[in-house]
């Protein structure tokens, strides 16, 4: 198969998957006592006024009916409006919340992919040394801390201590930058405007450290045994004989072979922190997808459920699709 | 590279990191606290959009107040259209922005003029005449007539939003005198009609800015207030400046920036470390506790006049049975859950009045006492149950409406109760709009509400729980045809002393039949800097911005 033909398959692939999920989703939502309009319409609504709104969102009809009309608008590409508050269009939603999640996501990977590897690759070297049981006890501590507890110790002794650090939110008021992107730190650099970059690094510095150290407990351990295995094999030996210098070994050979399964955890976590790191966001005041979307969902509003799960399940497919691709570069022996 | 190279290559990483932060950050070239702290408001001040004044410069001498106040909450602002907006944090807002022919005075439930110079009423309460002031301009600059305000009343009623019975349920009709003078024509007396005058959906917006049949959920064109809306990111910020068209004093400070926040501990540690200047609706009791003690921060108490309880649907066995009721009201420990719970920071309520509003009575502590629970074991022995044979309750909360303290409040409520050792609790709980839904649908045998008022009258607190119809909401748990008659007449009697011996004579009544059971009234918290003054906390419950106002170079 060549590779064309290997990424359109995937890519035709993603189409009954995310009719299944939607499917799901739809139904489960329904099926679920609780509607959008019961949960923000005041207290004192007379039957009638609620009546009236389930009628104008489309409530009322039956539910084979909401479903053909959503996939019909679906298939338009309109992901149609929210049902509450503001009532605006999901697809702004998303735009809304998404950047501050990407941006966040990025930030707490990037942490967590460095220090995993360092410490991983420290241990796998030194293994069976005192520093690889260090690295051992680090990659099991830090997975076990409970990041709204790590999160408001960082806020303590960087914001309310020593003042170097902001305690929440993605930037200070008034410095946002113009929106290209929507990733704060990129734009900010785009428009050159280098007191935004300072503040939205500087936003982005505790929730990142927080979920990227949690998470790099898992990369520790998966590098580690990685590169233990990979520093076993004949061909490291052959190296060895021939002389290559310790640090070439290491980086041109060894490490290349043992990020294969390395980049599949990176794939899924990736795609997963996508859906918004809750506890962070929620403990960092960051506006993204992860809280608006469990605020959604207590609230039923069907129609940015829908459209969050439509779009996730894009972006997902793509990511895997990626790091696919970025396995055969790995990788020669990894042909489509 | 060996081990302890990568050691040293990470410390130096993020020693580099660090310089390199600490480099370029503005003005961050000193270390100490209270300087970083200054510096920090400076920047925003410097940055939130506007350039500064014209008659401030660099050179000028440290000014006495600051031009910023850094506001941080963690409640949320939902639709910036009157016609659409119905919730506690918004309709702050709108109070900052906005104003209707009556305002409450602050620091009082006193209601006084607002965008009126005079009023008439006549034909025995049912017509209003509203005369405008002359000098009243939208936040444009547009003069704002009494056709303005007949247009903003009118598309209320026209779209129909979630607020919209303020104005369909009272008014008949509104007309245009002259420019200056509209008349509103009630469909009957309404004792408490300016109090619903005083609500933002009465609040008059620029015709030429609202779309005139459709919600303008993300309008930031504002009203006739204080402020004027100069920016707002849904959930993240709003920034309101000066409205230079206001007709009456101007804000203490030009310049107010709210920051959202989606966890109180969150909140409590940004005024901590100097990101914001007060720390507004929510914190928690525990932080609350831990600020007072803070020697540069200043907590404020003040009444609150929202209100939790307890709903039996009567329709439901064994609730149908009055005596059952009125056991669990007896053995209910109020004091327990304010003080356990929430650390002092609720009192205990006796009334759906709430303390401090005219008409109050402690009708439940009249009639039961607290946490009687000899009188609750004769109640139940009464009602045919018994140590071995035990009264079965469910009683549901919501974990996602109330805060994280909810499940707290029931646990102590199931521990009342069964300390009679005759009542055996279950609690159960449901996401907020399943708990509505099955409410509503009149399911759930106990539940546990709130109640933020709409206007501040003894009516809001007991027409919508108790008269026959009006608590839709609560699945109809109750009718009594005496006391529907008692609330019909207290909403149109134009006699005071009359309406406030019915509204007791109501509360009695309420005691005796025990459908609503109250639990607490809520008191506010606001915490701010030491050097922040004005901020005024009173039953209304909407901050006032416009009169807090932060010393600086002092």
Not at chain 1, 2 to 19: C, D, E, F, G, K
Not at chain 2, 96 to 116: A, D, H, Q, R, S
Not at chain 2, 381 to 395: I, R
């Amino acid at each position: 198969m060549s590779l064309r033909a290997y990424v359109i398959t995937r890519i035709l692939m993603t189409i009954p998957m995310i009719l299944i999920l939607l499917t799901l989703v739809f139904l489960v939502m329904r099926v679920l006592p609780g509607n959008p309009v019961i949960a923000i319409v005041g207290m004192k609504a007379s039957p009638q006024y609620i009546k009236k709104l389930e009628h104008q969102l489309g409530l009322d009809k039956p539910l084979w009916l909401q479903y053909v009309d959503y996939l019909g608008n679906l298939l338009r590409g309109d992901l149609g409006r929210s049902m509450i508050w503001g009532k605006r269009p999901v697809i702004q939603e998303i735009m809304d919340h998404f950047p501050a999640t990407l941006e966040l996501t990025i930030g707490g990977f990037l942490v967590s992919v460095i220090l995993g590897l360092a410490t991983g690759m420290v241990a796998g070297i030194r293994s069976g040394g005192k520093l690889d049981a260090s690295m051992r006890i680090y990659s099991i501590t830090v997975y076990s801390l409970f990041i709204p507890l790590l999160g408001m110790m960082l806020q303590l002794v960087f914001g309310v201590w020593l003042h170097l650090l902001p305690v929440g939110g993605r930037i200070d008021p008034g410095l946002e930058p113009p929106a290209i992107t929507g990733l704060y730190v990129l734009d900010s650099l785009l428009a050159l405007k280098l007191d935004s970059l300072t503040s939205a690094l500087a936003h982005l510095v505790l929730p990142s450290f927080t979920l990227g150290l949690v998470l790099s407990g898992i990369y520790t351990r998966l590098v580690r045994s990685s590169l233990m295995e990979v520093l076993g094999q004949d061909f490291i030996r052959a190296c060895k004989a021939r002389g290559l210098p310790g640090r070439a070994i290491l980086f041109r050979h060894a490490l290349k072979n043992a990020l294969i399964p390395i980049l599949t955890m990176m794939g899924l976590q990736f795609a997963l922190l996508l859906a918004g790191a809750v506890l962070t966001e929620t403990t960092f005041s960051w506006p993204g997808m992860g809280t608006f979307l469990v605020e959604r969902i207590t609230y039923r509003d069907f129609t940015t459920i829908q459209g969050s799960i439509v779009f996730y399940a894009l972006f997902v497919a793509l990511v895997s699709l990626v790091v696919d691709l970025v396995y055969a570069y790995v990788d020669p022996r990894i042909r489509y | 590279m060996s081990g302890k190279d990568w050691g040293i290559a990470i410390v130096l990483l993020i020693i580099g990191l660090l310089i390199g932060y600490l480099a370029v950050g503005p003005g961050r070239t000193t270390t100490t606290t209270v300087t970083r702290t200054s510096v920090k408001t400076v920047t925003v001040t410097q940055t939130a959009g506007a350039p500064p004044p014209k008659t401030t410069t660099k050179t000028a001498p440290p000014k006495k107040y600051a031009d910023t106040i850094v506001i941080g909450v963690t409640d949320k602002v939902s639709d910036l259209d009157p016609a659409n907006a119905y919730d506690f944090y918004t309709w702050e807002v709108f109070n900052n922005i906005g104003e209707g022919p009556f305002k409450y005075k602050p620091g009082t439930t006193e209601l006084v003029k607002g965008i009126i110079e005079d009023y008439q009423v006549q034909e025995g309460g049912k017509v209003y005449i509203l005369k405008l002031r002359k000098d009243l301009k939208f936040a444009d600059g547009t003069p704002c007539t009494a056709k303005d305000l007949k247009w903003s009343i009118d598309r209320v009623a026209r779209i129909q939003g979630d607020p919209a019975w303020f104005v369909l349920d009272f008014v008949n009709k509104t007309e245009v005198i002259d420019d200056h003078t509209l008349k509103i024509v009630l469909k009957q007396p309404i004792a408490f009609y300016p109090a619903v005058l005083a609500v933002p959906t009465y609040f008059p917006i620029p015709p030429s800015k609202y779309p005139a049949d459709k919600i303008s959920s993300d309008n930031t064109a504002g009203s006739v207030g204080p402020y004027k809306i100069t920016k707002w990111v849904r959930d993240q910020v709003l920034v309101l400046e000066t409205n230079p068209y206001y007709y009456g004093e101007k804000p203490k400070t030009p310049k107010v920036v709210i920051k959202f926040y989606k966890d109180a501990t969150t909140l409590r540690l940004a005024l901590e470390s100097g990101e914001i200047d007060v720390a507004w609706r929510t914190l928690n009791p525990t932080d609350i506790k831990d600020l007072m003690k803070k020697p540069n921060i200043q907590v404020i108490e003040g009444k609150g006049s929202f209100i939790r309880y307890i709903v039996f649907n009567t329709k439901i066995k064994p609730f149908d049975n009055k005596k059952v009721r009125q056991a669990l009201a007896a053995a209910l420990d109020r004091k327990a859950i304010a003080e356990r719970v929430f650390l002092g920071t609720v009192d205990p309520l006796y009334s759906l009045v709430p303390m401090g509003m005219w008409s109050h009575v402690d009708a439940f502590k009249e009639k039961y006492g607290e946490a009687n629970v000899e009188l609750a074991k004769k109640l139940l022995k009464e009602a045919g149950y018994s140590e071995s044979n035990k009264l079965k309750v469910e009683l549901w909360y919501t974990p996602s409406h109330y805060g994280d303290t909810e499940a707290d409040v029931a646990a102590l409520i199931k521990e009342a109760w069964e300390k009679t050792g005759m009542v055996e609790v279950t609690v159960k709980s449901a996401e907020w709009s399943t708990y509505l839904e099955l409410t509503r649908k009149g399911q759930l045998p106990v539940t546990l509400y709130g109640w933020y008022p709409d206007y501040i009258d003894p009516d809001d607190y007991l027409y919508p729980f108790l008269h026959t119809g009006s608590n839709r909401w609560l699945g109809e748990p109750y009718s009594n045809p005496k006391l529907d008659k008692i609330l019909e007449q207290a909403q149109v009697s134009l006699d005071h002393n009359k309406r406030e011996q019915l509204y007791k004579q109501a509360q009695e009544i309420l005691a005796e039949d025990a459908p609503i059971v109250p639990i607490f009234q809520g008191k506010l918290y606001v915490a701010a800097k030491k050097n922040v003054h004005g901020i005024v906390l009173d039953p209304i419950m909407l901050l006032r911005y416009f009169l807090i106002y932060k010393e600086t170079g002092s």
